[in-house]
Nanobody, 123 residues
Framework: QVQLVESGGGWVQAGGSLRLSCATS????????VGWYRQTPGKQRDLVAG???????AYADSVKGRFTISRHDANNTVYLQMNSLKPEDTAVYYC?????????????????WGQGTQVAVSS
């Protein structure tokens, strides 16, 4: 089972920033793509950002220009820098590893879902 550990969530006022971290093993980090998801109660878990093959990045329209995903090889961690936060960004954020199929422009996660990290943005 591939395991990841999310951290960095918290409470912030609208317009503020948070940086989320996703840590995993060196092997996993080197071989696979990583995506950040978020979920609110009663709704499906949605992909908000991904870093594929360690190089290309993609973002949901709702976070483009505000969120930045990056990876740091030295500590096997993928970060999600979230700026200009809005109340609608409030959710539990999860990361997962998976494969990115460029032909279909699709990221398919396969790791175990962790506890996630809660982000709360007040207006």
């Amino acid at each position: 089972q591939v395991q990841l550990v999310e951290s960095g969530g918290g409470w912030v006022q609208a317009g503020g920033s948070l940086r989320l971290s996703c840590a995993t093993s060196r092997t996993v980090f080197a071989l696979y793509s990583v995506g950040w998801y978020r979920q609110t109660p009663g709704k499906q878990r949605d992909l908000v950002a991904g870093i594929f093959s360690g190089v290309s990045t993609a973002y949901a329209d709702s976070v483009k220009g505000r969120f930045t995903i990056s990876r740091h090889d030295a500590n096997n961690t993928v970060y999600l820098q979230m700026n200009s936060l809005k109340p609608e960004d409030t959710a539990v954020y999860y990361c997962n590893v998976g494969n990115y199929y460029s032909t279909y422009d699709r990221f398919v996660p396969f790791g175990s879902w962790g506890q996630g990290t809660q982000v709360a943005v007040s207006s």
